[in-house]
């Protein structure tokens, strides 16, 4: 089975640090762009991060700049997301994501194959 899993989420207060783990199983992460995602309530999908598989180039979106970091363990084929400096704002739900296309260029979901089903991150005193 094609899957990506996500883990780590929970409640955390402002200013608080929380890492995340996606794990993928039926294919090869190191051969696939991947991205992280969030979806807060009411809001749409935004883009967080995105690695281009070509050239190793990583973007980051605005909004978590500084505060929010890629990482990866290959051999256990999983990704991360290192999140600090967390703020109220950031509360959503997290996604990660693969596609064996996307040069992370046009945007960061375009070409995605595969997505996890989130894990909710909360942000509160």
């Known amino acids: 089975q094609v899957q990506l899993v996500e883990s780590g989420g929970g409640l955390v207060h402002p200013g608080g640090s929380l890492r995340l783990s996606c794990a993928a199983s039926?294919?090869?992460?190191?051969?696939?762009?991947v991205g992280w995602f969030r979806q807060a309530p009411g809001k749409e999908r935004e883009g967080l991060i995105c690695i281009s598989k070509y050239d190793g180039s990583t973007y980051y979106a605005d909004a978590i700049k500084g505060r929010f970091t890629f990482s990866r363990h290959s051999a256990k084929n999983m990704v991360y997301l290192q999140m600090n400096s967390l703020k109220v704002e950031d509360t959503a739900v997290y996604y990660c994501?693969?596609?064996?296309?996307?040069?992370?260029?046009?945007?960061?979901?375009?070409?995605?194959?595969?997505w996890g089903k989130g894990t909710l991150v909360t942000v509160s005193s």
């Open positions: 994501a693969a596609g064996y296309d996307n040069t992370c260029l046009i945007s960061y979901d375009n070409g995605m194959d595969y």
């Open positions: 039926g294919f090869t992460l190191d051969y696939y762009t």
